[in-house]
């Protein structure tokens, strides 16, 4: 599923060659980029205006970024991309990470927890279908403590923005979470039944 | 000769003689499953029972084995069923080193014949096949005799060998390599009735290919493009930077943090391994995790498998914990085989952490049945147990002494040591718990006036038929379709085509759209949401089992085949049906189609069916054969069939799902083949057989 929020890159837009330092410094940026990728990560622009060094002050970052965020960026930032969270924007390579990652990273980098299972649940609920097990937020790469989960559970319970997001659990004690704009509650369970118990039964 | 070595391996352990044979014709048969079936055929009279002298065991490989092939490490063995209805003809795989050890050795089937008075084993290398005395190895465990005969034979000698419940005759019993690899099917059981101990195979031959460059080729196109991880699972079972889905179910278990917590020099962690990095594979599947839960990371020395396969979905692990059982402390196996017998306790006694007591039992347990050479039936004869313990039969069957010696409560005290006094008196002829281990049918015949029509209808037992079968995979998978899958075969189906579909990771809509493209519309409903049966199904479901007929006579893994799916997204996520021929071609040098080939593959199938009318004794399969059990149609009571929730059968449909299915194979509305469909087979024989046996 493409996600609205990102944005792939054209070659218009180059911002010309007459500054040589700024062919530099996109350069470097995009190395940035990648490297941060390449683990995995998502580069916020708050942390990518921690590495602005010499030869690439704030208002350079500013402009090679825009040229990523307005989808017309110069030859380096090519194989840039940005996904917006709710608390920043982050940056990736898309030549080596996919947007739903990069969106998942996106999440997880913006520490909202509720946000995050409700749109992971939501997303998984719609498209494949199926719920969201607990051990799925629990693992990598969310990491979230089965604590944390079950309060996460609770305060979900009482707020209107997530009154759709439900728990099902299945007959081994494990639980899901599952949106009811999507599934039935009977449905859900089912489903997780199968994902929990029945398919493992069943290799 | 390229694919095919051309040469039969007979051995007869009456006489101890052994010859060499043309096997050239049965080329038409593919080889595997299909070879050793029409073998089976040609050779073993109708009415001969699983332990006479004159029972066969034919294992025979394909063309593909030897060839460098992903996942062309098996082998199919063939013979009379001992354990469901009728004793009709069954197949069994295995995996290890066997299929290149017995091509390497120079021969495409191996035949044995006869019986011997005592034990023996038959000693393979290359064209030097002698019968030896097997006095000395008698009662040893499959551990203790594959030591023994490396020892003796030599390392790298390929050992396949039963173990007590073999030589005792247990109906489930199976074949062992390399201490973990099974044959099923009770096949261990007709080599303890013909005192036949084991099997060496050390060759120094090779598999010619017509066309290596073309393999090659192929080998780095299915899998850099198209192969996922077990089962063909093609999307992570975590998110992952290349993947844009992931699955809770999929075996591509492994990501960045998770480890082979115990591989020596220390953990190994299984990162990421995108799609187009085949040599990272092997990472993928962390099956000791997906069988055992996160307990086992730290436990895991490594992932082995089969010879050829770049998958590996054995999980490794080492457990000090059994050092106090007096068993070795380190085994291997995958999916049930993970698990065979644990679930007869009641609960576990942790002991170094929480959870490591449910881990302890699970692999001790393994250890123990496969050192027994018992085989579970796909968790029937777990099932079996428990239902007899859980409903409190076994008072009422075991005679007051052997009841007696039996310290039941430490089943719910969580001593472990329950499952050896359990499994050890299972395997022992003279005990009453052995007559638990006949397989369903036979149980069911034997207590039926204790248990009555209960058992064999039972949830507790899921057989996908009353001939005493196990479901593996049936209606819990694409519903009819699954459940058809079983029907030509008279033991568990053992069809992954269309589970590894249903389970693959990739979203329903990508799923139906890609197998729509060629089965047509609504040939796969929404999981757990079944729709009425259509003609669609019926020719998704021949698909399954006739790729599983080609898989096992070419021979290929099924667990993994056919790639329906690929991992890439620049590919829609669609796979490649062709490859298989496309393989054969460059092996053989016989260009053929994929039509081609499934036709070759389906032929065994027919002759197959032709055969199991001929023992039934009536072209009755309908309501002799292909009978689901009562739980089929009763599960979810509340849920109605056809809504969203249940995998129920509805019996009118099911019914109706075998005439499209018979339809689709040629049968007649009593599902036997007719004389058109078996003329097309080039199977005139045949039909003039079942006509003479007044069948046709």
């Known amino acids: ?203 | 000769m390229n694919g095919w070595t051309g040469k039969l391996l007979r051995v007869n352990l009456t006489t101890r003689e052994t010859g060499v044979e043309s096997s050239e014709k049965y080329f038409g048969y593919v080889g595997g499953k299909g070879m050793a079936t029409r073998i089976l055929y040609d050779e073993v009279p109708a009415g001969v029972k699983p332990y006479d002298p004159e029972s066969k065991v034919v294992m025979a490989v394909g063309p593909n084995s030897g060839s460098s092939a992903p996942c062309s490490g098996r082998t199919t063995l063939c013979f009379l069923s001992t354990f469901t209805k009728g004793n009709a003809v069954v197949d069994a795989h295995i995996g290890g080193d066997v299929a290149t050890q017995l091509k390497a050795c120079g021969y495409d089937a191996l035949i044995i014949e006869g019986a011997s008075d005592v034990p023996v084993y038959i000693n393979v290398k290359d064209d030097k096949v002698t019968v030896e005395d097997a006095a000395a190895l008698w009662g040893m465990t499959t551990t203790e005799t594959t030591a023994a005969l490396c020892d003796k034979e030599g390392t790298g000698t390929t050992v396949m060998s039963i173990g007590k419940a073999g030589e005792n005759m247990i109906n489930l019993s199976c074949v062992i390599t390399g201490v973990a690899h099974c044959a099923g099917g009770g096949v261990g059981a007709i080599f303890g009735s013909k005192k036949l101990k084991a099997i060496c195979l050390y060759g120094k031959g090779g598999t010619q290919v017509a066309d290596p460059k073309r393999v090659l080729a192929l080998n780095n196109y299915v899998m850099s493009d198209l192969m996922g991880s077990n089962n063909n699972h093609v999307v992570p079972n975590t998110p992952q930077s290349f993947s844009e889905y992931d699955s809770p179910r999929s075996r591509w278990t492994g990501h960045p943090g998770l480890t082979w917590g115990a591989a020596p020099g220390g953990p190994v962690d299984t990162g990421e391994s995108a799609p187009g990095q085949p040599t990272l594979m092997g990472y993928r599947c962390q099956k000791a995790v997906f069988d055992h839960g996160m307990i086992a990371e730290k436990y895991t020395t490594k992932m082995i498998g089969c010879t050829s396969c770049p998958v590996r979905c054995y999980g490794a692990v080492s457990l000090p914990q059994l050092k106090k059982f007096g068993r070795n402390t380190t085994h291997a196996n995958t999916c049930l085989g993970n698990n065979p017998y644990g679930g007869l306790m009641k609960a576990y006694t942790d002991f170094e952490e929480e959870g490591d007591g449910k881990l302890t039992a699970s692999v001790y347990s393994a250890i123990l049945a496969d050192d027994l050479g018992l085989w579970d039936n796909y968790g029937e004869l777990k099932a079996t147990l428990n239902y007899f313990m859980d409903n409190g039969y076994m008072e009422k069957i075991l005679k007051p002494e052997e009841y007696a010696e039996i310290d039941w409560s430490k089943r719910e005290s969580g001593d472990i040591t329950f499952i050896a006094d359990i499994l050890t008196r299972v395997c022992d002829k003279n005990h009453t718990l052995s007559t638990l281990a006949q397989g369903a049918y036979f149980v069911d015949k034997q207590y039926h006036d204790l248990i009555g029509d209960d058992y064999i209808n039972s949830a507790a037992l899921t057989l996908w038929s009353t001939i005493g079968a196990k479901r593996h995979h049936g209606n819990e998978c694409a519903a009819q379709v699954g459940m058809l899958t079983n029907v030509v075969y008279n033991r568990d189906g053992m069809c992954h085509t269309i589970v590894n579909i249903t389970g693959s990771g990739l979203p329903y809509h990508l799923q139906r759209n890609i197998v729509e493209e060629r089965f047509g519309k609504g040939c796969l409903d929404m999981p757990k949401n079944y729709t009425p049966m259509n003609e669609a199904k019926a020719r998704f479901a021949k698909f399954g089992v006739v790729r599983q007929a080609l898989h096992d006579s070419f021979t290929l893994c099924n667990w993994v085949w056919p790639m329906t799916f690929s991992p890439r997204k620049e590919r829609g996520y669609k796979g490649d049906l062709s490859v298989e021929s496309q393989y054969f071609s460059a092996i053989t040098g016989k260009e053929t189609s994929e039509e081609e080939l499934d036709f070759m593959a389906e032929r065994g199938i027919q002759l197959a069916r032709a055969m199991t009318v001929k023992t039934y004794g009536t072209r009755d399969m309908r309501h002799e054969h292909d009978v689901i059990p009562e739980y089929a149609y009763s599960t979810e009571p509340d849920v109605p069939v056809f809504t969203e929730g249940t995998v129920k059968m509805e019996k009118e449909d099911w019914q109706l799902a075998l005439s499209m299915f018979y339809k689709e194979f040629g049968w007649d509305e009593n599902g036997a083949p007719t004389r058109e469909t078996l003329e097309k087979f080039d199977l005139k024989d045949v039909a003039d057989d079942l006509e003479a046996s007044g069948l046709l």
Do not use: H
């Open chain 1, 1 to 203: 599923m493409d996600n609205p929020n990102e944005e792939r890159l054209s070659e218009a837009g180059q911002p010309g060659a007459e500054q040589q330092a700024g062919r530099e410094a996109a350069a470097l940026l995009a190395k940035i980029i990648y490297d941060r990728t390449a683990q995995n990560l998502v580069a916020p622009l708050k942390w990518l205006r921690r590495q602005a060094g010499p030869g690439m002050d704030e208002a350079l970052l500013a402009r090679l970024l825009s040229g990523v965020d307005e989808g017309k960026p110069c030859e380096e930032l090519k194989d840039a991309a940005q996904v917006r969270g709710r608390k920043d924007v982050y940056y990736y390579s898309a030549s080596i990470m996919t947007a739903q990652f990069a969106r998942v990273q996106a999440l997880i980098e913006d520490k909202d927890m509720l946000a995050t299972i409700a749109e992971v649940t939501r997303r998984d609920c719609e498209l494949y279908p199926r719920p969201a097990p607990f051990s799925k937020f629990a693992g990598y790469p969310f990491r979230f403590s089965m604590d944390e989960l079950e309060g996460a559970a609770a305060r979900m319970q009482m707020s209107d923005a997530y009154a759709d997001i439900g728990v099902v659990s299945a007959s081994n004690g494990a639980k899901a979470f599952y949106s009811s704009k999507f599934l039935s509650k009977a449905y859900a369970r089912s489903l997780f039944e199968e994902i929990e118990v029945e398919s493992r039964e069943w290799q």
